[in-house]
């Protein structure tokens, strides 16, 4: 069992940028962020392969937000620039078995307990 734990959250006028890291406790394969607005369903951001060549983004993230990872420090990062106030929620990383990354949240099986993230206007 792998635990996760997500850092970088905070206060951010619009515009502004971000980095959020999710250490892990060990080797992780695939591993992909979600996010939850208040009142809403949490939904994918982004995710990566173990080998960090393959991504995936949300189309509402795409040229703004960059995943990234170092293997040997068993972290992936999420860089977050051009943040606008709907971007506000609790970030989350999870990591999956599959080797690729996925949008899906039942491909992930272990959750870190999330950073919140908040754009003012």
């Known amino acids: 069992q792998v635990q996760l734990v997500e850092s970088g959250g905070g206060l951010v006028q619009a515009g502004g940028s971000l980095r959020l890291s999710c250490a892990a406790s060990?080797?992780?394969?695939?591993v992909g962020w979600f996010r939850q607005a208040p009142g809403k369903e949490r939904e994918f951001v982004a995710s990566?392969?173990?080998?960090?060549?393959?991504?995936l983004y949300a189309d509402f993230v795409k040229g703004r937000f960059t995943i990234s990872r170092e293997n040997a420090k068993n972290t992936v990062y999420l860089r977050m620039n051009s943040l606008k106030p709907e971007d506000t929620a609790v970030y989350y990383c999870?990591?999956?078995?599959?080797?690729?990354?996925?949008?899906?949240?039942?491909?992930?099986?272990?959750w870190g307990q999330g950073t919140q993230v908040t754009v003012s206007s």
């Open positions: 990566i392969g173990w080998s960090g060549v393959s991504t």
């Open positions: 999870a990591d999956s078995p599959r080797t690729y990354g996925s949008r899906l949240q039942s491909d992930y099986d272990y």
């Open positions: 060990g080797r992780t394969f695939s």
